[in-house]
């Protein structure tokens, strides 16, 4: 009953996109060394051949002809592995010769044979098939699945079929999942009294016996996926099953003579526990009228009473979420309205090729509205689509102007004129409106290409607004104006942008409470900004981004290390406002408040912290600190929390030259290149999946230094 360790990750070996459990399982080499599963790389199954002490692939088989397989079983001399495999719609068994990589097809008919299971000296094999539900019509509307035995002859390289003949065993009951025991008899589940129960065939008596009495039944995932496993070893046989109890599954462990075993008819099936009462019987049931009618279908219904239309895709709503809110308050700064909100909208047609994404939102007023669309064409492996923005960008400066003399008008038509405080709010708002284009190719689900142009619009709007107060502080009068912005005297951009880029991203991670806690991410990306139309101010630059980050879990707690570069190139690289290393998801404890304090007492300039490139280096100790009992330290089914431990470095620069070189600043401050490191503790915490917030305590390597408090707003890189 112990868990020994884990013989395989998708976050270790990155180029695996998922496994293939659901309706599969695995199977040990006959001398249990080797186990061999299925997996999914590249859009296809491939078979993987391990060493589950190791943790390591030994082999990685991509079968050209059968891209879709399942269950293999690996034969009794270690020399072929038997697969259910799944060619032009047609489910069928294949044999695979490990030597010689050849792929035999064992059945070749209109019936499905699934779940096969190898007899001890390798002559046989057992496994489920549909054929009688196929020739002889549904019991009370359901499909199900009958035991076939097929005979097999020994091959120059691998075995041949032979005869293959029913078991003639619970007939119209759904009889899955055979598995031979050491002594050549079977092992299978059947509902035949309308639950899963475990059965076990004497082959030889030709008697049955029913193992057990579940009121859950024994199951895997789904009613095709296998439940049972038997050692193959007489001295020490051992039957492994999974039963659903108490809202989870759980694994049993048995040896023969743990069970009670009782005989029972193998033609008496009596299912009626498994169908569901209706609870109004008078009421005709639509369902099951139609699947009665379908019964009683003697005749095929004829070709030609079928129709082919072209397939026209309709945009449905798949997903919609958000909020909004509208709010009026009397302050100190006057009378104050405004609305806040935004709403999400997903459209997609029914085979999810074309997909709608929209999103508008509003924080203030009217003119602070953005929104958002994008359209992605999904039907080949090749991705496209546009996407349309508007997006108000705000900022403002609020200053007092001195003393002002305010008139106002009184009820009989005189005026009064009071001295005032004057202050002025300067709210001023760029706009981006943008289009643009993608492409994406995915290698696999976990890496792919992408590249995009855009061409982006800038304008400006900057509204004034008057405050007028009395000595006692009280507000007696405001006022707005919408200025020029041309001739406020103020440095805006204003123009059009265009811009290309192109990277390669890789993730495989797997995100915890808060922040990733296996696996990696990596994004190696470069774009190019060219000047639009009707722009004078020059923009010819490049950016590059190389971005890697790896996470090793180590249970109860996570590694996790980041190594970026981000960096305009090119020659108007210093055109835009700088980049900034102290922003606390880069480098936290360098908050530009915290750094103009800190800094100066060092003898070291704020401007080191600005550049048009930067470099950054983290780690962290994750703990995932409350949440589900799995994962978490503390159990908690509301509140999910994440303890860290982080170090974070980074360095800040224009130009390559100024590395390594010391020159004055202002003040006489050393100006220079300079990597800044500092450590702390953080607990991020996970709002309901809106909100990730990330309270930490950092302390600045510095000679003078001091721990610093602060808030962090983004989930852990």
């Known amino acids: 009953g112990e868990i020994l360790g884990k013989v395989a990750s998708t976050a270790k070996a990155g180029h695996i996109d998922d496994f293939s459990f659901i309706e599969s399982a695995g199977s040990w080499s006959p001398d249990s060394k080797q186990f061999a599963f299925v997996a999914f790389s590249k859009g296809r199954n491939v078979l993987l051949i391990i060493d589950p002490f190791a943790g390591k692939i030994l082999r990685e088989i991509v079968i050209e002809e059968l891209p879709a397989f399942s269950n293999p079983a690996w034969s009794p001399d270690g ?60 019991n009370k509307g359901k499909w199900y699945f009958q035991i076939h035995r097929l005979e097999l002859t020994e091959g120059k390289e691998s075995p041949k079929p032979a005869v293959s003949h029913a078991l003639q065993i619970f007939p119209g009951a759904n009889n899955l999942n055979p598995v031979f025991d050491a002594e050549g008899n079977l092992y299978f589940l059947s509902d035949r009294d309308g639950y899963r129960q475990l059965y076990y065939l004497d082959l030889q008596q030709g008697k049955v016996f029913q193992m057990t009495e579940s009121l859950t039944g024994i199951s895997g995932l789904t009613p095709y996926a296998p439940a ?57 049931h639509l369902a099951d009228a139609q699947l009665f009618a379908l019964d009683l279908l003697q005749t095929p219904v004829p070709v030609d009473s079928f129709k082919t239309l072209p397939y026209k895709p309709r945009f449905r709503l798949d997903y919609i979420g958000g909020s909004a809110g509208v709010g009026v308050a009397n302050t100190n700064f006057g009378n104050v309205t405004g609305a806040a909100g935004g709403i999400d909208l997903l459209f997609s047609d029914i085979l999810g090729n074309n997909q709608l994404f929209s999103s508008i939102s509003l924080n203030g007023e009217i003119a602070d509205f953005a929104g958002i669309a994008a359209w992605m064409n999904q039907k080949h492996r090749l991705g496209w689509g546009f996407t349309a923005s508007h997006v108000p960008y705000r900022s403002g400066s609020f200053y007092y102007t001195g003393i002002d003399t305010l008139v106002l008008p009184l009820n009989n038509g005189q005026q009064i004129l009071l001295p005032a405080d004057h202050f002025q709010f300067d709210l001023l708002r760029t706009f981006e409106d943008k289009i643009g284009a993608f492409v994406q190719w995915p290698f696999s689900q976990t890496l792919r290409w992408e590249a995009g142009a855009a061409y982006s619009f800038y304008y400006n ?124 998801w880069y480098l936290r404890g360098y908050g530009f408040n915290t750094a103009s304090e800190l800094l100066p007492a060092n003898e070291l300039s704020v401007e080191s912290l600005f550049g048009s490139k930067i470099f950054l280096a983290n780690a962290e100790i994750r703990l995932p600190f409350t949440g589900p009992e799995q994962l978490a330290l503390i159990k908690s089914r509301y509140l999910f929390t994440e303890l860290a431990l982080f170090a974070d470095a980074g360095l800040a620069w224009y130009k390559y030259s100024e590395l390594g070189t010391v020159k004055p600043g202002e003040g006489g401050f050393q100006l220079s290149a300079k990597p800044y490191t500092s450590v702390g503790i953080s607990m991020r915490i996970n709002l309901f999946g809106a909100l990730i917030l990330e309270p930490y305590y950092a302390r600045p390597l510095l000679k003078n230094s001091r721990w610093v408090l602060g808030l962090n707003f983004v989930p852990g890189w």
């Open 79 to 138: 020399k072929n592995i038997l697969l259910t495999g799944l060619r032009e719609g047609q489910v069928d068994l294949y044999l695979y010769n490990l030597k010689k990589d050849k792929l035999t097809q064992l059945t070749d008919d209109p019936y499905a044979e699934m779940l096969p299971s190898w007899a001890p000296d390798g002559l046989a094999i057992a496994f489920s098939t549909d054929k009688e539900s196929i020739l002889n019509g549904r």
């Open 461 to 584: 709007s900057l509204i004034r607004y008057h405050y007028y107060y009395d000595a006692f502080g009280q507000l007696l009068y405001q006022d707005r104006e919408k200025l020029n912005v041309e001739e406020s005297g103020l440095n805006l951009f204003k123009g059009q942008i265009a811009s290309f880029n192109t990277a390669l991203v890789g993730d495989n991670s797997y995100f915890g409470m808060a922040s990733p806690m296996a696996g990696y991410r990596f994004r190696i990306g470069v774009e190019q900004y060219l000047t639009g139309f009707n722009t004078d101010l020059p923009f010819n630059f490049t950016t590059l981004t190389a971005d890697f980050r790896k996470y090793i879990f180590l249970k109860p707690i996570a590694l996790a290390g980041r190594i970026v570069h981000y960096g305009r190139y090119g020659r108007d690289s210093e055109v835009l406002y700088p980049l900034f290393l102290g922003y606390p």
């Open 228 to 284: 049972i496993s038997a050692s193959r070893s007489a001295k020490r046989p051992r039957l492994i099953y999974t039963r659903y109890y108490n809202n989870k599954y759980e694994i049993y462990q048995a040896r023969p003579d743990d069970f009670t075993p009782r005989i029972v008819n193998p033609a008496e099936v009596q299912q009626e526990a498994g169908f569901l009462f209706h609870s109004k019987p008078i009421e005709q």
